[in-house]
């Protein structure tokens, strides 16, 4: 595929994107979580029906649904390209002020609007990879939004290429963008009978050339715990402390299963949030790992944590709830190899060097694995995601835009 001549989008369209407020809120029990995430939503479809796609919709939920229709007579698979429009609740993303330095030169990189935020090279390697590229950043005080808005770029862009370029073969193709990916519900409101897809890709991953297969499996847990109150001055050996109870559990998780120590195919034991009083308290925890029987025994570990905590305090006692989050997709995508070997294919056509990764996370593609619809998930170039520090290459998003394009014409090319 030859794109000497094509004048890419990519940029500019990521910059328009990340200045629209779009986070998710995890304590919303609407869909989408935030309205503000439609805004974005909105001019998507907007866009989309002006390269010429004309049943570009958002649904009532944000949900985006297109269709670019194919042009072959073979019989391809309907592949479906997915981002999401959400950014993390984690760091603000409010008046996102995006910044592009030209022709990186390999230093370190000192935000303009907090000088105290350096993306150093020490602590951000990959930036050895892109000197004379052009880094996209914020100005310090916000994220970028890389996450996941460099995917939804990629995939606007790889949507014009196609749409004005008919001369390169491909079958019909569904793009999907969701919200609320980054608290967990990317997937809850996608109707799939109506996205009509085969075998799908997420464009929602780091280094430029990578391609992951599998993912996280994950849980959530709470643990409820009673204890009992009465006045401090009169305490003695009748007050049980549930605040103190539930540091006693969170202090017995091993040093060497939780997330500041582990790494790779390594699983973990995550507190996230702790909220009551002396009286009652609700830890929350999320519990992560490769395979499902490691997930299981991690839980019946904190389990065990707890009952041994607890049989301390003869007047309180504990509700321990799990609730299933999503499963390894690797599950579902080694029944379908050609998903990931044509991603491959269409990395090195790309001109990169492919590698299969693992994710220490989930992506929506996760989720969508389990519901009808194999998913790997493509490199979007996003790096120090979640935080002000966050950045992403021009040139790397204009590789994942080629990929898509590349993937979209070997499925063609294989297909009879």
Not at 135 to 141: F, L, S
Not at 343 to 359: F, V, Y
Request: hydrophobic residues 35%; glycine residues 8%; charged residues 25%.
């Amino acid at each position: 595929m030859n794109f000497n001549d094509y004048k890419f989008t990519v940029t500019d369209r990521f910059v328009r994107y990340a200045k629209i407020d779009t986070q998710s809120n995890p304590d919303s029990p609407t869909c989408p979580s935030t309205e503000k995430q439609k805004d974005l939503s909105r001019l998507l479809v907007e866009e989309l029906k002006q390269m010429g796609i004309k049943d570009a919709e958002i649904d009532q939920h944000g949900y985006v649904y297109a269709t670019i229709e194919s042009n072959t007579s073979k019989n391809v698979p309907v592949l479906c390209f997915c981002s999401h429009v959400d950014t993390a609740p984690d760091c603000t993303g409010t008046n996102v002020k995006p910044v592009v330095h030209k022709n990186y030169d390999g230093k370190d990189i000192v935000l303009p609007g907090d000088k105290s935020q350096v993306i150093k090279v020490s602590e951000h390697p990959e930036l050895k990879n892109q000197i004379g590229n052009d880094i996209i950043t914020t100005d310090g005080t916000t994220l970028l939004g890389a996450d996941d808005k460099a995917g939804v770029a990629e995939i606007m862009d790889a949507a014009h290429f196609l749409m004005t370029h008919p001369e390169v073969k491909h079958g019909k193709v569904r793009i999907l963008f969701t919200p609320d990916e980054e608290i967990g519900r990317g997937a809850d409101k996608a109707d799939m009978k109506k996205l009509g897809a085969d075998f799908g890709y997420t464009l929602d991953g780091g280094t430029v050339g990578s391609l992951e297969n599998e993912t996280f499996s994950a849980d959530g847990v709470s643990i409820k715990i009673k204890g009992f109150s009465t006045h401090p001055g009169y305490a003695k050996d009748k007050m049980q402390h549930a605040i103190k109870i539930a540091a006693q559990i969170i202090n017995k998780i091993p040093k060497d299963k939780t997330p500041e120590t582990t790494e790779k195919k390594q699983p973990f034991i995550h507190p996230t949030n702790i909220s009551g009083g002396l009286e009652e308290v609700e830890i929350k925890f999320i519990i992560r790992a490769f395979d499902t029987p490691t997930l299981l025994a991690l839980e019946d570990e904190l389990r065990m944590i707890t009952v041994d905590v607890l049989s301390g305090y003869d007047k309180s006692c504990y509700e321990f709830t799990v609730t299933q989050q999503y499963r390894n997709m690797r599950e579902i995508l080694d029944k379908h190899p050609a998903v990931v070997e044509n991603a491959l294919e269409a990395i090195k056509r790309s001109g990169l060097s492919p590698k299969l990764d693992s994710i220490r996370g989930g992506t929506d593609g996760s989720r969508f694995s389990f519901m009808g619809l194999p998913c790997a998930n493509i490199f979007a170039g996003e790096h120090g995601i979640h935080s002000k520090q966050e950045w992403v290459s021009s040139q790397d998003m204009q590789k994942a835009v080629e990929t898509i394009v590349n993937l979209v014409s070997i499925w063609e090319e294989k297909a009879k």
